[in-house]
């Protein structure tokens, strides 16, 4: 190597040890993300405070009287607003950006924890009027059907007597025919409205969805409707529907007996209460995630109050019922004719609001950053607030709220709250969700380091300094390197410039200031 050469080189291996100096000694690093761990005691309460004051005592009430924890009932409470006002409304934020206001809920609770009589309190109004309005549409339907016999009683006799009518006559009758036909045709027999399903294919949601002109909301106190997603009965995953009717992307529905229908602005509420186990399963269905199914989860790890319960407990008012019955019943009601959705402003002071959201969130998207590893789930953060925030405004005004159009920033601000709730949980499923075997390599891993504290290290030093029954060859570290990476617990250094023949140096990474020995110097 001639002298220019070796100055040059030189003067690389000093740039590259500043560089790596700089972030050995922390700067730029930000707190590791934990791997897993989030117990569920440390997790945020439900903020009841954020609630409407009718639909808090509900869920108050409830949470008392079946002592089970608040993060339950409320969370049922906020299906219960999106079943009434989903597809109904939506929050126009700036320029092309609209929120429409259905949301997915999720809450976890083991076996015996009395999701079920928590989930018939907080929905039996929905299937109250879900009756109400059967009863309402049974004589129109019933005309309507009657009226279409008729009309095809005609349409067929009228064809029978073009087919015997003369050559002067044919084409007169032929277009009486045609006509009768096409008013039979015309008839449209009302549907039996519908607001809820239970557990339910992807192909009858979708038919579910074309006949309620696009609404529908599926509840249950089971975790049944994973499986069915997952190919249950038909062997195949099939979860379009749930994706296109939480986003609100246009849905077609090919029927065999009739002509495919277009449903424009699906809205589609989900509302389970189901056992922890049911989310690490999750996982065994990588669609579930790729697809983004899982990104569109609001959920909820309450603590477990089995075991620390109050015997005879006081029950819940029946004027508190009363209330909540009659207002979720009139906000039913109130947006159960709209056919377009109500578009809802805000006020100048709830979109800086939400601005403020974005700049807080986005920086927490890269790798390394608190919601980083979970950027799927966070991408959608702000859109669920704006979601929640419009149906905070709408069980505020109960029979007005698509008149008051304005969202103020008091309701933007409990929403942020409400937010702030399902990111914090959302980090703890997630966790349940990556519990696998790439997690248990990364923490092997992180072991070696707290162990052994380099301030770098490569891969061959790595798999030599682990049991070989761990890691058998050196491509085995590649998953479990990229999740610590993403966590922000090491950093991959660039790879150095080849020189000369034969293999190129093993890939190094730096490791967090926290987890080596020259922190603090």
Not at 183 to 200: H, M, Q
Not at 327 to 345: G, I, Q
């Amino acid at each position: 190597m001639n002298n220019a050469n070796a100055a040059k080189a030189a003067a690389a291996e000093i740039v590259d040890q500043a560089v790596r100096l700089h972030l050995i000694e922390g700067e730029g690093w930000e707190d590791p993300a934990p791997l897993v761990g989030r117990a569920a005691g440390n997790l945020p309460r439900f903020p009841l405070d954020v609630l409407p004051g009718w639909l808090a005592e509900q869920v108050a009430g409830v949470a008392t009287e079946t002592q089970t924890p608040v993060d339950l009932a409320g969370c049922i409470g906020i299906a219960a607003l999106s079943t009434a006002a989903g597809g109904r409304a939506e929050v126009a934020v700036r320029g092309l950006w609209r929120e429409p206001v259905n949301v997915y809920v999720l809450v976890a609770l083991p076996p015996g924890a009395r999701k079920s009589p928590v989930f018939a309190a907080m929905t039996a109004p929905l299937m109250q009027v879900e009756r109400e309005l059967a009863e309402q549409a049974a004589p129109l339907i019933a005309t309507a059907e009657l009226e279409r016999k008729i009309a095809l009683a005609r349409a067929e006799k009228a064809a029978a007597n073009a087919t015997r009518a003369d050559a002067l006559a044919e084409q007169e009758a032929i277009g009486m025919a045609t006509d009768a036909a096409m008013a039979a045709e015309a008839i449209t027999v009302p549907v039996v409205p519908r607001l809820v399903a239970d557990d339910i294919t992807s192909e009858t949601a979708a038919s579910l969805l074309a006949e309620q002109g696009g609404r529908l909301a599926v509840l249950s106190a089971e975790g049944g409707i994973f499986a069915t997603l997952a190919g249950r009965y038909s062997g195949v995953p099939n979860f379009e529907v749930f994706l296109k009717g939480h986003a609100g992307d246009m849905l077609r529905v090919d029927r065999k007996s009739r002509e495919a229908e277009h449903v424009e602005r699906p809205a589609l509420t989900l509302g389970l209460a189901l056992q922890p186990s049911v989310i690490r399963d999750l996982a065994s269905n990588a669609g579930f995630r790729d697809r983004g199914l899982l990104a569109r989860l609001l959920f909820s790890l309450p603590v477990d109050l089995v075991g620390n319960r109050v015997i005879g407990p006081p029950q819940i008012d029946p004027a508190t019922v009363q209330t909540y019955n009659d207002n979720l019943r009139a906000m039913v009601c109130a947006l159960a004719e709209w056919t377009d959705p109500a578009a809802l402003t805000l006020t100048p002071d709830a979109a800086a609001l939400v601005l403020q959201l974005e700049k807080e969130v986005e920086p927490e998207l890269r790798p390394g950053g608190k919601l980083g590893h979970i950027r799927d789930w966070a991408s959608k953060y702000v859109g669920a607030t704006i979601r929640l925030a419009g149906l905070l405004h709408l069980a505020d005004h109960i029979t007005t709220g698509w008149a008051r159009r304005s969202i103020t920033d008091a309701t933007m601000n409990r929403a942020i709250t409400l937010g702030r709730y399902f990111a914090a949980h959302a980090l703890a499923a997630f966790d349940l969700i990556g519990e696998n075997e790439t997690i248990e390599k990364a923490r092997v891993i992180l072991g070696w380091i707290e162990r052994t504290k380099p301030d770098r290290f490569t891969r061959n030093q790595l798999i030599k300094g682990t049991a070989r029954t761990q890691f058998k060859t050196v491509t085995e570290l590649d998953e479990p390197l990229n999740l610590l990476e993403q966590h922000g617990y090491v950093r991959r250094e660039p790879e150095p410039e080849k020189r000369g023949k034969g293999r190129p140096p093993s890939a190094a990474y730096l490791v967090h200031p926290q987890y080596h020995e020259s922190e603090g110097r």
